[in-house]
């Protein structure tokens, strides 16, 4: 039995995951580009509604780059995407109806939220604390607009 042509999964993903490889090594040497991490959320939480295991594979996989270019624990982004997925998005979208209020507070989650859990991370395990520079509300500004027009 064939498949059908429009059954089969495209190679574009793949070309996007070596993008993302190599766009992340140039924003971990140059600080003025954003490390896209609230882009990747919004795809980790379109690719869970969707139910898509290739996806969600994916963006963990640029996950794990983004951890390993700026020292954060393995899985910590994941787990943190996960919680903010399952607890905290169901909540803003309850309490909001306005499109932008919900993609401002995608980033700020995101950025803000996602520092506050390594914080607590790092407090549980006796670990180094995360440094928040100047440049992350550069990176929020800058991702909501992308985020925007997603």
Do not use: H, W
């Amino acid at each position: 039995m064939q498949r059908s042509i429009s059954d089969q999964k495209p190679i574009v993903p793949f070309l996007y995951i070596v993008l993302y490889v190599l766009y992340s090594s140039l924003a971990s040497i140059y600080p003025f580009l954003p490390p896209l991490l609230s882009v990747l959320f919004v795809l980790f939480s379109r690719a869970l509604k969707r139910e898509d295991t290739l996806a969600l594979f994916l963006i963990a996989f640029c996950l794990v780059i983004f951890e390993a270019n700026y020292g954060y624990l393995l899985f910590s982004s994941l787990i943190y995407f996960y919680i903010q997925y399952k607890f905290i998005m169901p909540k803003i979208i309850q309490n909001f109806s306005c499109n932008s209020c919900i993609k401002i507070s995608y980033v700020l989650f995101t950025y803000m939220g996602y520092f506050a859990f390594l914080t607590f991370v790092s407090n549980i395990f006796l670990l180094e604390a995360p440094e928040i520079n100047y440049y992350i509300v550069y990176y929020i500004v800058i991702e909501f607009l992308i985020v925007s027009l997603l």
